[in-house]
C-alpha cells in the first residue's frame, strides 16, 4: 500500500477536518487531498514516472506535506534535504540519489539552484502565491500509484558522521507500520494536536510528527525554526497535547524565562528522542508541565522507531524501553555475540522497521545489516525486565589508560549540577593515557560556577579515572538541525 493512503483515507473520513497549519494559514484534509492530486499532475508534467527519485529542501511549512504526499501519490521517491544545505552538499545528495527535479523553499534558492545545476536536475522553486497558482493549474491526479510493500517510499540520507552521507532506503511498508505504532504510542486520533517543532526533513518529525498525525486524522501545527517562547505560544494558542522533540529543546522550554506566563496544561504527552534526555531534564519536565515524557530510541535506518517506553507499561527514566511491536533488539559483542544481561554491548535490531538498503552501497549495506540483524554503532546495557539503557555511541566512547569511559555516564552526573544548563563529555588526544575526558558546559542565565566546582562535584561521584581532567565554558553547544549536540564539531580551547 502507498504511503500517501494515510491521507486519501484520513480525508475521506473526514474532510474538513484541520490537517496543517502554521500560524493563519490552515489546511483541511480535504484541501490538502486536493493539492497533493494537483501536484502529482504538475509532476507528470515535468515527465517524472513512478520510481523517480525527488528531492525535497523545504522547512516546516504546509508546502512540505503537500510536495510529500504528492510525490508520492505519482510513484515517486521522496528525497528529502537539510534547507541549510550548501551547493556543493545539495549536488551530492541529488547526484547520489539520481534525482530528476528538486522542490526548493524560496529563501534558500541560491543553493538550490546552483546543487541543482550542478547535478543535472530541475529546480522548481516554492514561493508563496507562485508555486499555489503552479500547482492550482496542473491537472488534478486523482489515483494514487499502486505500491508494492518493498517499493522504495523515501531515501534518508544519515548525518555522514564519518565519510560520506548513504541514502537509507525506507520502504512504503517500513513507513506505514512505523507511522501506525507511532501513532498507538502516543495515543493519537482524530483530537490529537500535534506541535511539528521538529524538522519533516528529518526521520524523527516525519515519522512521529506528520506522518502518524496525518494517519490518525490529527493535526499538525507548525513552527518553521524552534523557538522555546514560540513553541509555548503554539501549545497555548493551538491547544496542543502531543510534543515530540530532542533533548535540547526540552531543555529550552524548560528554562524559557517567560515560561509560566503560557498555558500549557493540554500537553498531555510528549516523546523524546535524537539523543539520550538527561534523566534529571526529564524529571523537571514533567513536574513543570504535567505531562507524561516518553523517551525512545531509533535511527534513520529503522524507520525510525525501534524501542519506546510505552504509555501503558512502567517507565523507567534513563531508559529507551523495550522494543516496540514486530520489532526484536538486543545486544551483543564485537563478534556479533550475545552478551550477559547487565553487560554492555552494541545494539542489534531487526523487524518490519530495518531499511531496505543503503542506496546504490551494497559494500555499506552488508557491513550494516550482518544475518538479518541491523548493526546501529550504540552502545547499552539491558536490564532483568528487558528494559534498554544507552550507555553511549561506539565511537564516543574513551578509552582513557585501558579503562572504557562512557560520556553519557559523565553527562548525567554534570546535569545534575544546579548551574548547568547542557553539558557534553569528550575524548581528548592524550600522549600517556591515549585519551582523557573533556567536558564542554553551558550555564544556565544568571548562574556561577568553577571549572574546579565542577570537576570535583563529578570527582565525588564516580570513580577516578572517569571524572573530567578539562573543563571549559561555552555559550552555546554547537547543534545539528533537529537540536542535538554535535560532539565531532566541539572544539577544545588552548585555555582548557
Known sequence: MNLATILTTSAADDPDHLAVKLDDAELSYAQLDRAT????????????????????????????????YGILRAGGIVVPLNVLLKRREVAFYLEDSGARLLFAWHAFAEEAEAGAADAGAECLLVAPGEFDRAVGEAPARDAVTEADDGDTAVILYTSGTTGTPKGA??????????????????????????????????TFGQTCSMNATISSGGALTLIPRFEPAKALEIIQRDRVNVFQGVPTMYGAMLHEPDRERFNTSTLRVCASGGSALPVELLRAFEQSFHCKVLEGYG???????????????????GSIGTPVDGVE???????????????????????????????????ATEEAIRD?????GDLARVDADGYFFIVDRKKDMILRGGYNVYPREIEEVL????????????????????????????????????????????????????????VWFVGELPKGPTGKILKREIERPADA
Open 37 to 68: 492530486a494537483r501536484l502529482a499532475g504538475l509532476l507528470a508534467q515535468h515527465d517524472v514516472k513512478r520510481g523517480d527519485r525527488v528531492g525535497v529542501m523545504l522547512p516546516n511549512v504546509p508546502y512540505f506535506p503537500l510536495c510529500y
Open 169 to 202: 532506503e525506507l520502504t512504503h511498508s517500513n513507513l506505514l507500520r512505523n507511522a501506525k505504532i507511532s501513532s498507538g504510542l502516543f495515543e493519537l486520533g482524530e483530537d490529537a494536536v500535534t506541535l511539528g517543532a521538529l524538522p519533516l526533513f528529518h
Open 299 to 317: 535511527l534513520s535506518e529503522t524507520s525510525p522507531v525501534a524501542s519506546f517506553n510505552h504509555p501503558d507499561r512502567e517507565r523507567k527514566p
Open 329 to 363: 533488539m538486543k545486544v551483543v559483542d564485537d563478534e556479533d555475540n550475545d552478551v550477559a544481561q547487565g553487560e554492555v554491548g552494541e545494539i542489534v535490531i531487526r523487524g518490519h522497521n530495518v531499511m531496505k538498503g543503503y542506496w546504490g552501497r551494497p559494500d
Open 372 to 376: 538479518g540483524w541491523f548493526h546501529s
Open 415 to 470: 546535569y545534575e549540577h544546579p548551574a548547568v544548563r547542557e553539558a557534553a563529555v569528550v575524548g581528548l588526544p592524550h600522549e600517556e593515557y591515549g585519551e582523557e575526558v573533556g567536558a564542554a558546559i553551558a550555564l544556565k542565565d544568571g548562574a556561577d560556577a568553577s571549572v574546579e566546582e565542577l570537576r570535583e562535584f563529578v570527582k565525588r561521584q564516580v570513580a577516578a579515572y572517569k571524572y573530567p581532567r578539562e
